[in-house]
């Protein structure tokens, strides 16, 4: 039975939505990110000073693997499936390939775009938005799921810029705050530069779920507006409960 109504938001709803849906399972989106985000985390300790490069480019590959474990955590819970860490990655399985190849897709649209007057970076980043989501929950390939993005993108793309760019701005101030926070105590400790990077790291991952949660609603939002997806779930339920 599903834990959250089915319907078409608004982008602060969405936003409302994901908070909520964070709250509630925001032990399992951690730990998978922390798991996902393990090995640059390690790497960050062990390289010495110089090496944050290297570091950077892993944590960007990771990035895209966590937001794909952080997809199928949240969609499971938006269905009212029983979900834990386990659930983000296990699906990960055999899709980390495509998911990393999506993301070094929409990092150069995107890139391409904003160096063409901002206008069409922003194109890019609404039109390329659901390319994770069509990997894990559609089981789409790289190419297969920019086709599939830019189809629910298709006159909606003033509403997927806008939720994007609030929840980047409110990603942000969470970010700086936590951020400010712990150097102020690391300072006090007098932790070393390499440890305090590494600290930063943890940071970073600590909210970093809250973007994939926004991401996913704001798919089903689609599908829903476009698809009929809520008329599909309850004639699905209604066929089980029979």
């Not at 090995?39 to 960007?60: C, D, F, H, K, M």
């Not at 799921?145 to 609030?166: C, D, P, Q, W, Y």
């Not at 300072?187 to 390499?194: A, E, K, S």
């Not at 609603?217 to 476009?226: E, T």
Request: proline share 3%; hydrophobic share 55%; glycine share 10%.
């Amino acid at each position: 039975m599903l834990t959250t109504a089915l319907r078409p938001r608004s982008a602060t709803e969405i936003i409302d939505a994901a908070f909520r849906l964070c709250g509630a399972h925001y032990g399992a989106l951690v730990t998978a990110a922390i798991v996902v985000f393990a090995p640059a985390l390690v790497l960050r300790l062990l390289l010495p000073t110089g090496g944050e490069y290297i570091v950077a480019v892993l944590q960007s590959l990771l990035a895209a693997v966590a937001d794909g474990a952080a997809i199928a955590i949240v969609s499971g819970a938006y269905l009212g499936r029983s979900v834990d860490a386990g659930t983000g990655l296990r699906a990960l399985g055999g899709r980390v390939g495509a998911l990393i190849v999506a993301s070094i897709m929409r990092s150069l649209l995107i890139l391409i775009g904003m160096a063409l007057l901002l206008i069409p970076g922003f194109i890019a980043l609404a039109v390329t938005f659901a390319m994770p989501m069509a990997i894990i929950l559609e089981g789409k390939s790289a190419g297969e799921s920019f086709s599939r993005s830019r189809e629910l993108a298709r006159g909606h793309k003033l509403r997927i810029i806008g939720t994007v760019l609030l929840t980047t701005f409110i990603l942000s101030v969470i970010v700086l705050t936590l951020g400010a926070g712990i150097g102020a105590v690391a300072t006090l400790l007098g932790v070393g530069p390499h440890m305090a990077a590494a600290i930063g790291d943890i940071v970073f991952v600590l909210p970093y779920p809250l973007l994939s949660v926004v991401g996913t609603l704001l798919y089903y939002d689609l599908r829903i507006r476009k698809e009929g997806f809520d008329i599909d779930v309850m004639a699905q339920e209604l066929a089980e409960a029979a």
